[in-house]
């Protein structure tokens, strides 16, 4: 073992968690040699499943691998929120696994309702979604999955605080799990069906990201904080900058930063669209890792840090940090002593204001001057820094007198941080202030908040959130609702002004007896003095050994849960007799295959929210939304005909112009077609993750040789592919056309086209899905 190959082999053993690590980083050393890495590289190359055959494929040996590599990789752990678990976990059970291969854990964190406050609001929460909640706790039990029941925290905040350590990689289905990369880790937000690979234990594939490097020198000012510095980012490479890199930071400012002030940035790298962010070990991650009452795994990282052999001399240490002299494909450099606050919207992260400008830019733009609430907390926000540097402000508002002229909201983000916060008293302060502390839960920050302050919908007005997200209609349904990004400091002292002019670093309030009030600068600690508090007992997770004798619960008259029913296999022969069920004109994002809103109920329900498929697709050839005509001429709605020829055996295919698929990687865009009897999806193009999740559920997506082909095919035609069995035979190599059949007419003729099924994807394809393979090779 170990001890036999390391060159100092008296040195101390290595912990069990960093042995794996350290054999593959001693491969990929051998495979690389003394090329200089950044520490995304090191963690992410150092979980591929086969080290030589990923780097050195497609790549000028191994010499550039970023952006060329496809990578397969073994992820140490998957972390699942509420609503996006329940159909992975329906598609684990179809595997028919007695555990999962490696560790995962259960968050019930997005369905509890933000309204009068925790204990109502957790009770009401539990009510409304109590068979979701009993099916995950089953579903955990039987399999060996931790459970954090609701209350218990965001994902994001138990991730970190939990099971984050330096060096891991882990899959999360949230675009916001690259939060844990403020410790270190390589955390990639995924949609169910990848995670599903992981648990099961197959090898979870990625081209390999190309890295951004952020370098910070300098020290953040009194009035500007963490999340300032990805709302700075996200003005500078808006909402698509970060597509295919890892957004790596470094330099001497990294060490001026908090753990959690690290995390909040890394959470937020989602807003630029990057594959994950993350940041080198810093003695506050050590410090970080104590007070989370991980000391052990403190001296692990050190002792890893310092474990020698894994590579040639000079990288004979893995270091949580790049490379000296590793190259980055793009480079930003930021002084964090230039930077001053911002603050980030409407409606999209990257439109971002300085502080200093948001007053003109608010009359300019003719925003609401009166802030109708201000938020704080959520998984970006509600550490214990965040949290105390917020009570310094209002505890020296309470000696002024004053009170927040808008509502404010509290949230935290775990069960520990709100227990800790309790036990030292700033809750208190908030309470006393006339905050409303919701729960531990992600509630108003994804449209679960309830609004009592008489802002009915479609009334135009402006909040303030220390979260992170910010769509239209996002945090209370209202698309008239502007809603704004900032720190934690800074929506706090705009909730007091009831503005959004007010600028704490220049304006003054005017107490109740006639003062001038100026906010002196925040301050708080880092962490709390002594270790957290873990909070209440029935809060705590349900960590255990995997049950087979015991049953997941879905009743069978539910309508928010289904079993699945494993996909057919593809026929022994070309596809035919499939008609065009609609063809569609214009933008067809994964949200017009699959809306979310009242939709997200029936997440683990395939059959009833299929009932929402392409429902706002436009009709290429009659412009009506959510139109689709069957053979006879009779109108349905589209889900309505869809399913009717799902009912007659009638396979069907879809016909759409460009970039379909887009949008975020929603795997019930490709699960409801494929259920309803869709065989083909073929387009002008296509989003090449939709495009990998189609193949993924069996579904053959095709794109127009000729783009002009798109006007020939209309609804109703007869369609039967030639070349396509023969295609996934041969492991996804040679031509496939379509022979269509114009309805009417009769008219025959051949439409070429291109696709990019790998042999891997033919193999799904072939078996009917990638978990039907999967499952067979169980
Ligand atoms: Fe939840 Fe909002 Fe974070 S939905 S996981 S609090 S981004």
Redesign the pocket.
């Known amino acids: 073992r170990l001890a036999r190959t390391r060159p100092y082999s008296n040195g101390p053993p290595l912990p069990p968690t960093y042995e794996k690590l350290y054999t593959k980083y001693s491969e990929v050393r051998r495979v690389l040699g003394a090329q200089r890495l950044t520490l995304s590289e090191k963690i992410l190359y150092s979980h591929l499943n086969n080290v030589e055959e990923s780097l050195l494929t497609n790549t000028n040996n191994g010499r550039d691998v970023r952006g060329k590599a496809n990578l397969k990789l073994n992820p140490d752990r998957v972390n699942m929120?509420d609503a996006s678990a329940q159909m992975a976990l329906l598609q684990f059970m179809t595997c028919n696994l007695p555990s999962t291969v490696i560790p995962a854990s259960i968050h019930c964190?997005?369905l509890i309702v933000g309204e009068h406050g925790a204990a109502d609001d957790l009770t009401a929460g539990i009510k409304t979604n109590k068979e979701v909640f009993d099916f995950l706790e089953s579903a955990a039990k039987k399999y060996g999955i931790d459970f954090w029941p609701p209350g218990a925290g965001?994902?994001?905040q138990t991730v970190l605080e939990n099971y984050a350590l330096p060096g891991l990689m882990m899959l999360g289905t949230?675009s916001?799990s690259p939060n844990a990369g403020g410790l270190s880790t390589i955390t990639i937000g995924v949609g169910g069906a990848d995670a599903v690979e992981a648990l099961v234990g197959a090898p979870w594939e990625l081209k390999a990201p190309k890295i951004l490097g952020v370098r910070l020198t300098g020290k953040l000012n009194d009035w500007v904080s963490p999340k300032d510095i990805i709302l700075h980012l996200a003005g500078l490479l808006t909402v698509r900058g970060g597509t295919g890199y890892i957004v790596e930071y470094f330099g001497p400012g990294v060490d001026t930063l908090s753990l959690t002030g690290m995390s909040t940035v890394t959470n937020m790298g989602a807003e630029i669209g990057a594959t994950t962010s993350i940041f080198p070990f810093t003695p506050a991650s050590s410090r970080y890792l104590q007070s989370t009452r991980r000391e052990q795994a403190a001296k692990n990282a050190e002792l890893f840090q310092n474990f020698p052999g894994a590579g040639s001399a000079e990288d004979a240490f893995f270091k949580f940090k790049a490379d000296e002299g590793a190259q980055y494909d793009e480079l930003i450099e930021i002084d964090l002593s230039e930077l001053e606050p911002h603050i980030n919207g409407p409606f999209t992260p990257d439109l971002s204001t300085p502080l200093s400008k948001f007053k003109e830019t608010v009359k300019e733009e003719n925003w609401p001057e009166k802030l109708s609430a201000g938020l704080i907390g959520?998984?970006?926000n509600s550490s214990y820094e965040d949290m105390t540097r917020v009570e310094s402000m209002l505890k020296a508002a309470e000696e002024a007198g004053l009170k927040p002229a808008a509502d404010f909201y509290i949230t935290p983000g775990s069960e520990q941080i709100r227990a800790t916060l309790e036990r030292d008293g700033t809750l208190e302060t908030f309470t006393q202030a006339g905050g409303i502390v919701l729960s531990n839960a992600?509630g108003p920050?994804?449209g679960q908040w309830k609004r009592h302050d008489g802002v009915e919908k479609g009334t135009l007005n402006a909040i303030l959130t220390s979260?992170?997200?910010n769509f239209r209609g996002r945090n209370d349904g209202n698309p008239d609702t502007m809603n704004f990004l900032a720190s934690p400091e800074i929506v706090t002292a705009m909730a007091f002004a009831g503005s959004t002019t007010f600028n704490p670093t220049t304006d003054s309030l005017t107490t109740p007896d006639g003062k001038e009030f100026r906010f002196p600068a925040p301050h708080g600690l880092e962490g709390p003095k002594t270790p957290f508090d873990i909070g209440k007992k029935d809060l705590e997770v349900l960590s255990q050994a995997p049950d087979p004798n015991s049953s997941v619960a879905i009743s069978p008259s539910s309508e928010r849960l289904a079993l699945l029913e494993p996909f057919d296999a593809f026929p022994s022969s070309d596809l035919t007799g499939l008609r065009v069920l609609v063809k569609i004109t214009g933008k067809c994002t994964t949200d017009t295959i699959s809306a979310a809103g009242p939709w997200l109920k029936y997440k683990g329900h395939l059959p009833n929210i299929a009932a929402n498929t392409l429902n706002t697709a436009v009709n290429a050839e009659t412009g009506e939304v959510n139109a689709a005509y069957d053979l006879d001429g009779s109108k349905h709605t589209i889900p309505e005909l869809a399913r009717k020829w799902k009912e007659a055996d009638q396979p069907w295919l879809i016909v759409a112009e460009h970039n379909y698929g887009e949008g975020s990687a929603r795997e019930h865009a490709a699960l409801q077609p494929r259920y309803l009897g869709a065989r083909i999806i073929v387009c002008k193009s296509f989003a090449r993750i939709h495009e990998t999740n189609l193949k993924k559920q069996g579904l053959v997506p095709l794109t127009f040789a000729e783009e002009k082909d798109y006007d020939k095919i209309d609804a109703g035609d007869e369609v039967a592919t030639v070349g396509l069995y023969e295609m996934l035979q041969e492991g996804g190599q040679g031509e496939v056309s379509l022979k269509v059949t114009k309805k009417g007419t009769g008219e025959q003729f051949l439409v070429p086209t291109k696709h990019a099924v790998s042999s891997d994807q033919a193999g799904f394809i072939l078996a009917g899905s990638a978990l039907n393979l999967l499952a067979k090779g169980i």
């Open positions: 929120q964190d997005h965001i994902i994001h949230d916001h959520s998984c970006t992600c920050c994804i979260y992170n997200r």
